[in-house]
């Protein structure tokens, strides 16, 4: 793979008429104390050879533990992290409860140059925010997809005569 490319999903309910998404928190001793900035949609790298879209939905259940059914997946615009990884994104709407997730977990040494290998969640906690605390509490570079959701939304109100459910009060 030349560049690191990601792909993740994101979901979304309507509760009182807003939008409020599903972010899940990085697990490891690294991110242990880290809160505002450190959230993310559930997502990960996929194979060269592999469907973004699949690797999504393959990435979604490894992480929460949770199948994101058939969609539909409205395809938004990549973007790209500090890091310079691409993360491409589908958002769906859906619900769940953020205590049931289970997680997939990761090795690594711990403490550094122990030499003993630790097991740890790749997500230790999810939860479900509106969109404006979302935008304080997720990477800075994935901004744009709760953006881009909002605008989705705002159209699809337009079209169906609707109560603008991505209006911030």
């Known amino acids: 793979m030349s560049s690191k490319r990601s792909a993740g999903l994101l979901m979304y309910r309507i ?3 807003k939008p409020e998404v599903f972010l899940v928190h990085p697990g490891g001793p690294f991110w242990a104390k880290k809160d505002v900035g450190a959230w993310s949609i ?29 969609g539909p997946f409205m395809p938004l615009n990549p973007v790209k992290q500090k890091g310079g990884k691409l993360v491409s ?9 953020p205590s049931s997730i289970q997680s997939n977990t990761f090795s690594m040494e711990w403490p550094p140059r122990s030499g003993k ?3 740890f969640p790749e997500v230790d906690r999810a ?10 509490k997720i990477l800075k570079g994935q901004i744009g997809l709760l953006e881009q ?3 989705i939304l705002c159209e699809t109100c337009i079209k169906e005569m609707t109560i603008c459910a991505g ?3």
């Not at 939860?127 to 304080?136: L, R, S, T």
């Open 15 to 17: 509760r009182e008429g």
């Open 42 to 70: 559930p997502k990960g790298e996929y194979a060269e050879d592999e469907d973004p879209l699949a690797g999504a939905k393959r990435e979604f259940r490894e992480e929460i533990g949770m199948d994101p059914g058939e």
């Open 89 to 97: 994104a589908w958002a769906f709407k859906g619900d769940c409860d």
């Open 117 to 119: 290998v630790a097991s």
């Open 127 to 136: 939860a479900w925010f509106p969109v404006d605390q979302a935008k304080e």
């Open 149 to 151: 959701l909002l605008e």
């Open 167 to 169: 209006e911030q009060q």
